[in-house]
């Protein structure tokens, strides 16, 4: 009859805590220290999709809402930029009422393309402002997962200098130490895998609210283009 195999391992092989908490505890500084970072950077992942989500339908709403009154009732830059403050609409109205200003008196072509121009330089900035913090997702996304495997390399090799020392091969040794290390890589996909998610939504939201921009920019274009025309017309 073959023997208990356990009888043969040390007690605290046989005993050892599988619990996440005993694993995070037991595991080696270097793979601990791996296991924190992971742990914090998937904190501040939901921290910035919670913000970045909130930030980004609040001004998505204030934004649509100032459009369809712009269409509806405004009809000079100076009514728009009253009734469309605190949105990029207001920003627009403002460069163009500089723009018609330092341009008094030169040709309508000419203020239009300045005006486009600037326009353009105006809804990039306001753009590049919605996307802010959202460059730190892709980065949690791309290299969580390979800082986890940095801990689990470093995790196994551990175990395999404890074999040599202990001069042991049974599983039963080396298995806490794998798992410690296996643990590592378990949180650098956890903190991968929503940090991809939220950043490839948000980048969709951020494209819809450029288009609001687009939008915005167009329709200020156009009131300045008629303006001009009306003003310059026989």
Known sequence: MNPDSSSNLPASAALHDFSLWSLFFNADTIVKAVMLGLILAS???????LAKALQLRAASQRLKLA?????RHADTLSR??????????AA???AALQESALSQGLPADGIKERLAAQLGRVEAAAGRQMNR?????????????????????WGIMNSFVGISKLQASSFAVVAPGIAEALLATALGLFAAIPAVVIYNLFARAVAGYRALLAQGATDILNLVSRELDRSHAP
Not at 43 to 49: F, R
Not at 80 to 89: F, G, R, V, W
Request: net charge negative; proline share 4%.
């Open 67 to 71: 459009l369809d009154q712009v269409r």
């Open 43 to 49: 904190i501040v992942t939901w921290t910035v999709g």
């Open 92 to 94: 627009f109205a403002s």
């Open 133 to 153: 913090g959202t460059g730190m997702l892709a980065t949690i996304g791309s290299t969580a997962p390979f800082v986890g495997l940095f801990g689990t390399v």
């Open 80 to 89: 728009i930029e009253t009734d469309a403050a605190q949105t990029p609409l």
